[in-house]
């Protein structure tokens, strides 16, 4: 399991993202970040997701812990705001009715299967956030998205076709699988 932040520390990764975003709006910089407490500060691997009206709006994170928390969702919520290549640039009149959702993941570990149906078998659906790499390929679904692709069998062929590797490439067992947990706090 994802290391559990206390409520002022969620509060506080929350407030920050939101005021590194709205910084950047009104070309003020970066706010400093202050107040930090002892977990903040060790490296973890976090997403930064925004939702406008409860729709995707940008969702970018850093799957291996290898900047400290509050560092990681500073450059996250910039890049979900302004660089996710989905989207436009987020607009200053967008944010009062944007939401931001912050998780924090734990280290992803291998996956050992032996084909597809072995692979079905060992994952757990809204538990597991999964990677897929191959041939220089890779691309990872949230624990989350799994609200919206319940079914194994689909979940890993937009996974695959989101990473450029074909709908079925999971199926073959010659794809690295690894899985990792998330602990996600919202406004």
Known sequence: MAKILNKEDRKNLLHLARSVIASELSREGIPETVNLSPAVREKQGCFVTLHKKGMLRGCIGTIEPVKALADAVKENALHSAFRDSRFPPLKAEELPETDIEISVLTKPEILSYRDGEDLITKLKPGIHGVILSKD???????????????????FLSHLCRKGGMGGDCWKKGDVEVKVYEVFHFSE
């Open 136 to 154: 220089g390929y890779r691309s990872t679904f949230l624990p989350q998205v799994w609200e919206q692709l319940p079914d194994p069998e689909i």
